[in-house]
C-alpha cells in the first residue's frame, strides 16, 4: 500500500471518543468501586472500628496504603503515554517508605524488645497476604485494560505500577478489617502483598501492553 | 527534535483532529510523514538495514500514531510523543529483522553459484520423482514443500488432523531421501 493511500483511509476514522485520561480516571474509580464492593460484601469492617479509629497505628495504615496507591496510579498513568516520564508523581510513591521506615522505628522505639516479635507476626498474616491480592485483582485488570489504549514505552515497568496502585486501593480498603496496627505487621505483610501485586503487573504489562 | 515553531503546528493539526476534524487530520498525517520518513530512513542507514525498509517502517509509525493517538496529552509538546513511537517503532522492526536474518544476495552469491556447478537436487526433476508417492502423500509433499503452505491449511484441505498431515509429511520426505540415495550411487 502507498502512504499517502494509508494516510487517506486513516483520516477518515472518527477520532477517539474519549481521552487517554479521562478514560484511566474512570478506571480508576471503577476499581476502587470493585474492590470496595467486594470489601464490604465479602469481607466487612472490623467490629471495633470506631475505637480504632482514634489510635494513631491505625490512622497511620492509611497514612502509608493511600499515597501508595495515588503516586502509583499517577505514575502509571504518565508511563502509558510515549514520550512522558515518571515525574513528581514518584516522590509521593518514594515518601511511602520513608514513612514507614519512620513509623517502624517509633513502634520500635515505643514497643520493648519482648513483645517485637508478636506484633510483627500479628493475628492474621495469612489473611492480608491472600486478601489484598485477592482485592487487587480485579482493579489490577481494568487497569491493565485500560492501559492497553495507551503506549507504554516499557510495558512491564508501567505493568509494574498498576499493580502498585491495585495493591495499593485494596490494601486501603484491607486495612479497615485487619485487626493489626503495628507499623511493624504492615511493613511486612502489607508490602509483601502489594509487592507480589507489582510482579504481577509487570508481567501482565510485559504480556499485554506490548503495542 | 523539530522545530519548534513545526511542532506548534503539528500540535494544532492534531488538537483539531482529535476534536473531530479530519481534514486537518490528513494534514497532520501528511505533514509528519517527510519528518518520519527522514529519521526512519537515517536510522535503517546506520543499522545497515536496506533503504526498502524505511517505508515499512514509515507506515507502521503512522498506523502506531493513528491507534494511539489518545495516548498524546494534548497540553504538552507532541514533539517528545511523536519521538518515542517512532523509536518504538524502530525497534520493532529491527527485532524482527534480527529473526527474520536478512543477508545481502552479495555475501551469498559466490556459494549459490558453487552450488549449481555441483548438481544435486536442483537439477533433478521433482514431478518425476514425487510421481513415485502414493496420492495422498503426493498432494502434501507439493502443498507443504513446494507451494509452501502451513501444515494447518494443508490439513484443512484434505481434511487431516495435522498430526496426520506431518507423519504424511516425514514418511514421504524419507521416501524421496531414499529414492535420490539410490539414484546418485
Known amino acids: 500500500m502507498r502512504t499517502e493511500d494509508l494516510i487517506d483511509r486513516l483520516a477518515l476514522d472518527p477520532p477517539p471518543r474519549f481521552g487517554f485520561g479521562t478514560v484511566f480516571m474512570a478506571a480508576t474509580l471503577l476499581s476502587i468501586a470493585v474492590a470496595g464492593g467486594i470489601f464490604l460484601t465479602v469481607i466487612g469492617v472490623r467490629p471495633d472500628i470506631g475505637r480504632a479509629a482514634e489510635s494513631a497505628r491505625f490512622l497511620f495504615k492509611f497514612v502509608a496504603t493511600m499515597p501508595l496507591a495515588l503516586g502509583a496510579l499517577g505514575v502509571a498513568l504518565r508511563l502509558s503515554r510515549p514520550g512522558m516520564t515518571a515525574g513528581g508523581w514518584q516522590l509521593v510513591l518514594g515518601a511511602v517508605p520513608v514513612l514507614l521506615a519512620i513509623a517502624v522505628a517509633l513502634e520500635l522505639h515505643q514497643v520493648p524488645a519482648n513483645l517485637w516479635q508478636s506484633r510483627l507476626v500479628g493475628t492474621n498474616a495469612g489473611f492480608c497476604l491472600i486478601l489484598i491480592p485477592l482485592m487487587a485483582l480485579g482493579p489490577l485488570a481494568l487497569l491493565i485494560a485500560v492501559m492497553r489504549g495507551g503506549a507504554p514505552e516499557r510495558p512491564a515497568l508501567a505493568g509494574g505500577f498498576a499493580g502498585l496502585a491495585a495493591g495499593g486501593i485494596a490494601a486501603t480498603f484491607y486495612a479497615m478489617h485487619c485487626p493489626d496496627d503495628s507499623p511493624l505487621f504492615v511493613a511486612a505483610w502489607y508490602s509483601a502483598a502489594i509487592l507480589v501485586m507489582g510482579v504481577a503487573g509487570c508481567l501482565a504489562g510485559r504480556r499485554f501492553l506490548r503495542w | ?185
Open chain 2, 1 to 185: 527534535m523539530w522545530d519548534q515553531g513545526l511542532e506548534q503546528e503539528w500540535a494544532d493539526l492534531m488538537r483539531m483532529a482529535l476534536a473531530g476534524d479530519s481534514a486537518a487530520y490528513r494534514q497532520f498525517l501528511l505533514c509528519i510523514t517527510p519528518h518520519l520518513r527522514a529519521m526512519a530512513r537515517s536510522r535503517c542507514r546506520t543499522l545497515g538495514a536496506p533503504d526498502s525498509e524505511t517505508e515499512d517502517i514509515v507506515q507502521e509509525v503512522l498506523l502506531a500514531i493513528h491507534l494511539k493517538r489518545g495516548s498524546w496529552d494534548s497540553s504538552r509538546p507532541i514533539g517528545p510523543w511523536i519521538g518515542a513511537i517512532v523509536r518504538n517503532k524502530i525497534i520493532d522492526a529491527l527485532r524482527r529483522r534480527g529473526r527474520r536474518t536478512n543477508v545481502p544476495i552479495e555475501d551469498v552469491m559466490d556459494t549459490l553459484a558453487a552450488e549449481e556447478q555441483a548438481g544435486g537436487l536442483a537439477q533433478l526433476d521433482i514431478d518425476s520423482h514425487l510421481a513415485t508417492l502414493k496420492g495422498r502423500q503426493q498432494d502434501i509433499v507439493r502443498s507443504i514443500s513446494i507451494n509452501g503452505d502451513s501444515i494447518r491449511e494443508t490439513a484443512n484441505r484434505f481434511e487431516m488432523t495435522e498430526g496426520a498431515v506431518r507423519v504424511a509429511l516425514h514418511r514421504a520426505l524419507k521416501s524421496l531421501a531414499q529414492l535420490c540415495r539410490i539414484q546418485s550411487t
